[in-house]
Each structure stands twice: as C-alpha cells, then as structure tokens.
Nanobody, 116 residues
Framework: QVRLVESGGGLVEAGGSLRLSCAAS????????MGWYRQAPGKQRELVAT???????NYADSVKGRFTISRDNAKNTLYLQMNSLRPEDTAVYYC??????????WGQGTQVTVSS
C-alpha cells in the first residue's frame, strides 16, 4: 500500500506561482511512475504531468513551458512547480502513483485557485 498526501495549494493571482508537493509513504520502494492530475468543476480529471523513475517527463500541452514536475526519491516526495498561472489552471490537483504490481494510488487532492 502507498499513501500520498498533497500540499501547497492555495489562492494566487494570474501570473503567479505555486509549488505543490506530494509526500509518499508506505510501500514506497514499489512506486514506479508518478504524476499530477487535475479536475476543474464540471470537467473530467485530466493529466497534467508524469515522471518515470529515471526522470523522464511528460506534460499536457496546456502546461508545457509553465509547469515543471520533479521527484526527490531521497525524500519520497513529488513536486509540481507551477509558474505563469492562469485562471483556467484553477482545479483540484491530485497526486498519482503506480507500483510494480500495477496498482494505482491517488492522494486526496489540493485546491489551486487562480484569480484574474
């Protein structure tokens, strides 16, 4: 079992920055790929960014050049640095992890609100 706890969300003005963190605990040695997803009101949950154990990253087109995903394996923490935030980035952001048995885990989410 893996437990994921997000933090770092909040209210920010358009153009501002936030850094989200996701602390992993439990069977952390079994974690493989990790990622961030988001869900805006009335919309489906969507991929924001993913990162493999080797550090390869993938981003949604809407956040490329503005968001950076990273992981600190020593601290068992996943990060999402979000710059040049836009009102359309407003959503609940969720941390996600896969393990070696292909189980999938989700955090409880953290709210990001960008005011115009």
């Amino acid at each position: 079992q893996v437990r994921l706890v997000e933090s770092g969300g909040g209210l920010v003005e358009a153009g501002g920055s936030l850094r989200l963190s996701c602390a992993a605990s439990g069977s952390i040695g079994s974690i493989t790929a990790m990622g961030w997803y988001r869900q805006a009101p009335g919309k489906q949950r969507e991929l924001v960014a993913t990162i493999t154990p080797s550090g390869s990253t993938n981003y949604a087109d809407s956040v490329k050049g503005r968001f950076t995903i990273s992981r600190d394996n020593a601290k068992n923490t996943l990060y999402l640095q979000m710059n040049s935030l836009r009102p359309e980035d407003t959503a609940v952001y969720y941390c996600n992890a896969d393990d070696i048995l292909f189980y999938n885990y989700w955090g409880q989410g953290t709210q990001v609100t960008v005011s115009s």
